[in-house]
């Protein structure tokens, strides 16, 4: 019922680009959405968020240029678009769900994808 799949993760070298899918059930419809990321030894960070209607997005100064999230509501999918990947991107990636009727608090995670980025 409440289920969070995050997948298009891998291995690339710097410079390339990925996209990252979480798709959720449909008892997340409604929720603000977001991405975290986590390094080895490093706490979890914020990477990007978007409401549900999708008109606006928020970005840490990290990826800010570089990262587009999105989300396409009628298929119960939200995406992560990186590009110019750096080795610092590297972490694993973490789509959650935002607190009923909050946009910066988060409740729910997937189990995670990886995605490494080499020099």
């Known amino acids: 019922q409440e289920q969070l799949v995050e997948s298009g993760g891998g291995s690339v070298q710097a410079g390339d680009s990925l996209r990252l899918t979480c798709f959720h059930t449909?008892?997340?419809?409604?929720?603000?959405m977001g991405w975290f990321r986590q390094a080895p030894g490093k706490e979890r960070e914020f990477v990007a968020g978007?409401?549900?209607?999708?008109?606006?997005?928020t970005y840490a100064d990290s990826v800010k240029g570089r990262f587009t999230i999105s989300r396409n509501n009628a298929k119960d999918t939200v995406y992560l678009h990186m590009s110019l990947l750096k080795p610092e991107d590297t972490a694993v990636y973490y789509c959650?769900?935002?607190?009923?009727?909050?946009?910066?608090?988060?409740?729910?995670w997937g189990q995670g994808t990886q995605v490494t980025v080499s020099s």
């Open positions: 959650a769900r935002a607190r009923a009727g909050s946009e910066s608090e988060y409740d729910y």
């Open positions: 978007i409401t549900w209607g999708g008109y606006t997005a």
């Open positions: 449909r008892a997340f419809d409604g929720f603000a």
